[in-house]
C-alpha cells in the first residue's frame, strides 16, 4: 500500500480508529486489468487486453466525485494491470487533483514507462509512483515479472522519477525466493533516492494463489531484519498485509525503554498507528466497479456505479465487521494488540476462507493465552 506510517501534516493524513468508520485513508482504483507482464504473484491476474466492461470516463470520473464526498477525502491509488494501458489516464489523474484528492499510481515496469511518460505524470499532477522490485539482481526479479530486463527496467524507472522530481516508492512481495536478499535491496534502494520500501507479504489471491509464503517464524524474523535497516537507510520502510510488524515494532520499543530504565508514559511510547487493515481504512473499486475491502479481499460489497462507493464503505455489513475487533477469532481475538494490528483479514480468509480467523502467519501469543497455558500448567 502507499500510505504512511509516521504522522504527517497532510490533512488527508491525520486519521485515527474512528476516522475510519466514515472515510478510507487510501483507495485503490484498478483503473484496467491490461498488462504486458505475467508477474507470479500477480493479485489481478492480469491480461493482455482491457477488459470491455471497464469503467468508461465518464463512469471514472463520477466514482471521483464520490470520493471527494468523503468526509475526509482518501488517497487515491491508480493500480491495475498496468494503468499507462487505459488511454485517458492522465484526463483521470488531471480531474482528480483538480477535485481535491491526493493521487498515486503503480504502473507497471513495461517499455510504456519512459521519462516523457514520467514527466507526463508528475506534470498531471501526481503525488508519487510506485515500482515493484522483487529481488536485489535481474535473475530474481525477471522470473517473478516473466520478462526479461524488467529489473534494469525497473530501477532505471526510479532514477529517472528522482531526477524529475517524482516521489516514489518501491513495492516488493517477500518470498522465501528473495527473503535472504533483504539487506542487498535495502542498500541498492539507496541508491535510486526513493522515499519509501513497502515490503509486501504474500496473500494466497489470484495467481499467488499457488506460490510459496514465508511462515510465522520466518516473518518474526524478516521483521527483525527489516527494522534493522530502517535505522540505518535514508528511506522508510513500512510493510503491507504484514499488520504484525507494527506489534514488533511496539515490543521492541518498549524494551528499548526498559533497557534504559523509562517509565511506559506518552513522552516515551513510539507513535501508536491508528491500525490501518483490510476494510478498515482501505477500500478497494475493480475495474468493472466491484467494491471490496482491498484488492487482496476478493469479497464483494457492492457495485458501482449502481451504489455509492461512500455508501457501501460506510454501511456495508462486511466493512462494518472489519472495523471492529470484536468480531476477531482465534488468537487475533484475545490479542492485546488487535486494535492496532488486527492481523491481515486477507490472508486469513485466503487460507482459511474465514475474513474473521487468526491470522496463520503471525506466531506472537496473547498474553492472556499465555497466562491461560501457565495457569493450565499449575
Keep these: 500500500?502507499?500510505?504512511?506510517?509516521?504522522?504527517?501534516?497532510?490533512?488527508?493524513?491525520?486519521?485515527?480508529?474512528?476516522?475510519?468508520?466514515?472515510?478510507?485513508?487510501?483507495?485503490?482504483?484498478?483503473?484496467?486489468?491490461?498488462?504486458?507482464?505475467?508477474?507470479?504473484?500477480?493479485?489481478?491476474?492480469?491480461?493482455?487486453?482491457?477488459?470491455?466492461?471497464?469503467?468508461?470516463?465518464?463512469?471514472?470520473?463520477?466514482?471521483?466525485d464520490q470520493l471527494a464526498q468523503f468526509p475526509q477525502p482518501p488517497m487515491l491509488i491508480l493500480t491495475g494491470g498496468d494503468p499507462l494501458k487505459r488511454a485517458d489516464l492522465f484526463e483521470l489523474i488531471r480531474y482528480a487533483v483538480e477535485s481535491g484528492l491526493e493521487v498515486s499510481i503503480t504502473p507497471s515496469p513495461t517499455p510504456l514507462v519512459t521519462a516523457e511518460a514520467i514527466a507526463r505524470l508528475r506534470d498531471a499532477g501526481i503525488s508519487r509512483m510506485a515500482i515493484s522490485i522483487d529481488?536485489?539482481?535481474?535473475?530474481?526479479?525477471?522470473?517473478?515479472?516473466?520478462?526479461?530486463?524488467?529489473?534494469?527496467?525497473?530501477?532505471?524507472?526510479?532514477?529517472?522519477?528522482?531526477?524529475?522530481?517524482?516521489?516514489?516508492?518501491?513495492?516488493?512481495?517477500?518470498?522465501?525466493?528473495?527473503?535472504?536478499?533483504?539487506?542487498?535491496?535495502?542498500?541498492?534502494f539507496a541508491t535510486v533516492r526513493t522515499d519509501m520500501w513497502s515490503v509486501f507479504f504474500l496473500i494466497p489471491v489470484g495467481r499467488a494463489a499457488e506460490s510459496d509464503r514465508l511462515n510465522a517464524d520466518q516473518c518474526e524474523a524478516a521483521f527483525e531484519r527489516l527494522y534493522q535497516q530502517s535505522l540505518k537507510q535514508p528511506y522508510r520502510i513500512k510493510t503491507t498485509e504484514a499488520m504484525h510488524y507494527r506489534r514488533f515494532i511496539i515490543q521492541k520499543h518498549a524494551a528499548k525503554r526498559r533497557r534504559e530504565g523509562k517509565s511506559d508514559d506518552e513522552t516515551t511510547r513510539p507513535f501508536m498507528p491508528a491500525g490501518i487493515n483490510d476494510g478498515k481504512g482501505v477500500m478497494f473499486v475493480s475495474h468493472i466497479g466491484v467494491v471490496h475491502p482491498t484488492g487482496f479481499l476478493p469479497v464483494t460489497c457492492g457495485v458501482f456505479p449502481r451504489q455509492s462507493v461512500v455508501d457501501v464503505y460506510q454501511n456495508s455489513p462486511v466493512f462494518q465487521k472489519l472495523r471492529d475487533a470484536s468480531y476477531l477469532e482465534g488468537k487475533c481475538g484475545c490479542c492485546e494488540f488487535n486494535k492496532i494490528c488486527g492481523g491481515s483479514r486477507a490472508r486469513a480468509y485466503g487460507v482459511t476462507g474465514n475474513m474473521f480467523a487468526e491470522d496463520p502467519d503471525c506466531c506472537y501469543f496473547p498474553s492472556s493465552v499465555r497466562r491461560s497455558d501457565d495457569e493450565s500448567q499449575d
Design 135 to 188: 529481488g536485489a539482481d535481474a535473475a530474481t526479479h525477471d522470473a517473478n515479472r516473466g520478462v526479461s530486463g524488467s529489473y534494469e527496467h525497473s530501477m532505471r524507472m526510479l532514477a529517472t522519477a528522482a531526477d524529475l522530481g517524482v516521489s516514489t516508492q518501491i513495492n516488493t512481495t517477500l518470498t522465501p525466493a528473495n527473503v535472504d536478499q533483504i539487506e542487498t535491496m535495502a542498500d541498492q
Design 1 to 64: 500500500m502507499i500510505a504512511p506510517f509516521r504522522p504527517s501534516s497532510n490533512p488527508l493524513h491525520q486519521r485515527t480508529r474512528a476516522s475510519f468508520d466514515h472515510s478510507p485513508m487510501l483507495c485503490f482504483y484498478e483503473v484496467t486489468r491490461a498488462c504486458d507482464l505475467v508477474c507470479q504473484h500477480c493479485r489481478a491476474c492480469a491480461q493482455p487486453k482491457s477488459d470491455p466492461g471497464e469503467l468508461t470516463t465518464a463512469e471514472s470520473k463520477l466514482l471521483i
